[in-house]
């Protein structure tokens, strides 16, 4: 279904329904009564007709690709790699615990790499893969964490021994409950002089956090990043849990998942981080992000190697987006660039009512900022 028939835009103009007939045909548009228009017809006749405003309301459950369900049969799906977030309090030590699992089993070629902005990374471990995704510890990205709690299947909560329980620990530790994800506690600086981890292991008792020695269910795993004390062990871990809860995923469809970070690059134009989540991702892929629409120009992978396909659970650099998603917006591919920018305007300017209120009055000018 379009946006609108002729029968309501003529209603919503206060206009007989064959004046706005007899406009769209001198506009060249052939058209029935119950003939959908699209926005640019609808804006163009109210032009015509010097309407300032227009009020369009689009139902909200259409074309909403949030809440489009996704039914895989049990044969289309295959294993793919954990996806961990690793989030604790500030300066803990989560970046540079990721850098030394990172840097123990990048292989020689693969070190280095494009700068990262984004702690989204693939390692490799005994031939299984695992995906790590970083959390910047400030305020202003408590949102992305939030729903980063949601692209997750494992969290890992650092805690400095030589520290303690501090609030952004409670905060992860709610936001992977709320998510229902397995959590593994990571005591990070364990070689720290003052570091005291059963002090830690004590503390996250209040939070239902028990480790298994003292009855409870939660992997406790205590670790220097520093000095790469017991990665092997919590590496071990995040296998273990993995392996139990088998995560899946059907490749072999449009490819579905999350911005994880957007920004615009002088040289690149818009570029987004984004984790397929479902199905693959592929070159000229046209796809939806947010309210912005694009085609999948160029990929990058965590090492700044060239790809042209991503499979689930990778994260991937993506080029060819018209404007800048935000963190946190779904991605979702479509079958031509048409139906992704129909697609994104909606969702635009269904934000925007959302944002004014239901049965808000679009005008004219709103309409022309979005098309
Ligand atoms: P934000 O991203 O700002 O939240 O911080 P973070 O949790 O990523 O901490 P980061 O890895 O940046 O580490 C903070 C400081 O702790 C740095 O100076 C690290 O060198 C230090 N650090 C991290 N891990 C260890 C450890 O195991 N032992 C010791 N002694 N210092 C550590
Ligand atoms: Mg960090």
Redesign the pocket.
């Known amino acids: 279904r379009g946006n609108m028939i002729v029968a309501e835009l003529a209603k919503l103009l206060h206009k007989d329904a064959s004046e706005v007939i007899k406009k769209l045909i001198s506009l060249g548009v052939m058209a029935t009564i119950n003939q959908e228009l699209d926005i640019e017809t609808i804006q163009l006749v109210a032009s015509e007709f010097k309407v300032e405003e227009v009020e369009i309301k689009i139902p909200v459950e259409e074309d909403d690709f949030e809440t489009v369900e996704e039914k895989d049969n049990e044969e289309d799906l295959q294993s793919r790699a954990p996806v961990v977030t690793i989030m604790?309090h500030?300066?803990?030590?989560?970046?540079?615990?990721l850098d030394a699992i990172r840097s123990t089993n990048v292989t020689s070629g693969e070190a280095g790499g494009i700068t990262q902005h984004i702690g989204a990374y693939q390692v490799e471990i005994n031939n299984k893969k695992i995906t790590f995704l970083?959390t910047?510890?400030?305020e202003a990205f408590t949102m992305m964490r939030a729903r980063g709690a949601e692209v997750t299947d494992i969290t890992i909560i650092?805690v400095a021994a030589d520290d303690g329980v501090m609030p952004q620990t409670v905060e992860a530790i709610s936001h992977a409950k709320a998510a229902k994800v397995p959590i593994i506690v990571a005591v990070?600086?364990i070689?720290?002089p003052d570091a005291n981890p059963d002090t830690i292991k004590q503390e996250l008792t209040k939070y239902e956090l028990v480790p298994e020695e003292w009855g409870g269910d939660t992997i406790f795993v205590n670790?220097?990043?520093?000095?790469r004390t017991n990665l092997e062990e919590l590496l071990e871990m995040i296998l273990l849990v993995a392996e139990v809860n088998d995560y899946k995923a059907n490749p072999n469809k449009r490819a579905r998942g999350t911005v994880l970070e957007a920004e615009l690059d002088k040289g690149k134009g818009p570029i987004a981080r984004v984790l397929v989540q479902h199905g693959t991702l592929k070159i000229g892929d046209a796809f939806v992000a947010g309210n912005t629409f694009g085609r999948i120009r160029a990929m990058i992978n965590d090492k700044g190697r060239r790809l042209k396909e991503a499979d689930p659970s990778t994260p991937v650099e993506i080029t060819g987006l018209t404007e800048v998603p935000k963190a946190g917006d779904p991605f979702m591919v479509f079958e031509d660039e048409r139906k992704a920018r129909a697609i994104s305007e909606r969702r635009s300017i269904k934000q925007r009512q959302s944002q004014m209120g239901a049965n808000s009055r679009v005008t004219l000018d709103d309409l022309y900022k979005h098309i």
Do not use: I
């Not at 670790?223 to 000095?227: E, G, I, L, N």
């Open positions: 604790g500030v300066d803990h030590g989560k970046t540079t615990l970083d910047p510890g400030h650092v990070n600086k070689d720290k670790v220097s990043a520093k000095q």
